[in-house]
């Protein structure tokens, strides 16, 4: 299930994961940065590719969708200690 964010909010990537850590959210990115894009949040739900599905019917040309700090995905990596 999915929302529409009314008011057209306009923040990066981390802020909007920041604003809504349990949910999946849909935005329209202004720029092409892959570290931090900036654009404007249109829906937010509880599902990715209901979301992503989303996307693609609509016309989101920059569409991305941003995962909830607390759905963040790990890559994993090395720890070293000293």
């Excluded at 994961?17 to 249109?42: A, C, H, K, T, W």
């Excluded at 599902?47 to 989101?60: A, C, K, R, Y």
């Amino acid at each position: 299930m999915y929302n529409l964010i009314e008011g057209n909010q306009r923040m990066s990537m981390h802020e909007a994961s920041e604003r809504y850590p349990d949910s999946y959210i849909l935005m329209q990115r202004d720029n092409s940065d892959i570290f931090d894009p900036v654009g404007i949040l249109l829906y937010v739900g509880d599902n990715f590719d209901e979301l992503f599905d989303l996307q693609v019917d609509l016309p989101v040309p920059f569409g991305l969708v941003v995962e909830g700090l607390n759905h963040q995905r790990s890559l994993g990596g090395i720890v070293v200690g000293g």
